[in-house]
Nanobody, 121 residues
Framework: QVQLQESGGGSVQAGGSLKLSCAAS????????LGWYRQAPGKEREVVSI???????SYSASVKGRFTMSRDNAENTFYLQMNSLKIEDTAVYYC???????????????WGQGTQVTVSS
């Protein structure tokens, strides 16, 4: 089964940048979508960015124009470049892959373990 490993979190001052990585343990076949999510203390997990199988990428309104999702298929890795970070971006960030074990099955989601991003003033 596919395993996801995030890296790149840390602490940064407001206005700074961080780049998160999500490495898959193997090539994800029958991929439905790749995504980045975050969960701030006391809040529900929310979507940050999603790359769909049709080739489109969408972003939440709160990060659009500041965050960019990209991927390196050769290395089974996808990224989240975060620029102009704000204090309200502080959260645990999770990557996720939606895929099918077999083509005829429904998509299932695999989560990474999460990485902390802390933005200070």
């Amino acid at each position: 089964q596919v395993q996801l490993q995030e890296s790149g979190g840390g602490s940064v001052q407001a206005g700074g940048s961080l780049k998160l990585s999500c490495a898959a343990s193997e090539f994800i076949r029958n991929r439905c979508a790749l995504g980045w999510y975050r969960q701030a203390p006391g809040k529900e997990r929310e979507v940050v960015s999603i790359f769909r199988s049709n080739g489109t990428t969408s972003y939440s309104a709160s990060v659009k124009g500041r965050f960019t999702m990209s991927r390196d298929n050769a290395e089974n890795t996808f990224y989240l470049q975060m620029n102009s970070l704000k204090i309200e971006d502080t959260a645990v960030y999770y990557c996720a892959a939606d895929y099918k074990e077999f083509w005829f099955q429904s998509c299932q989601r695999k989560w990474g373990q999460g990485t902390q991003v802390t933005v200070s003033s």
